[in-house]
């Protein structure tokens, strides 16, 4: 299990009751807020590397860019292929 950090967090009333009630409506347990928070900072997190990552390459044409993609992903592939066959 991964090692867990606790977080002290206000938010609004109103915030506090649409997240529950929401929760609530899909047979919401234990630790299911703790989840949903650390999803959405997840996607929050992925969203903005993104978003750097696009302003960052701005200037490269969409060849360059599927060229270093598929290198990449190359890669990737050769490293996965090879981890399974050891």
Do not use: C, H, Y
Not at 17 to 30: H, M, P
Not at 51 to 78: A, F, G, H, K, Y
């Amino acid at each position: 299990m991964a090692e867990l950090a606790r977080w002290s967090l206000k938010v609004s009333r109103q915030t506090d009751i649409a997240l529950r009630t929401l929760l609530a409506t899909r047979g919401g347990k234990k630790g299911d807020l703790s989840r949903f928070i650390e999803d959405a900072v997840n996607r929050e997190v992925l969203r903005e590397m993104a978003q750097d990552i696009r302003v960052r390459n701005t200037d490269l044409q969409p060849d360059e860019i599927m060229r270093l993609v598929d290198e990449e992903t190359s890669l990737v592939r050769q490293s996965f292929w090879d981890d399974r066959s050891n």
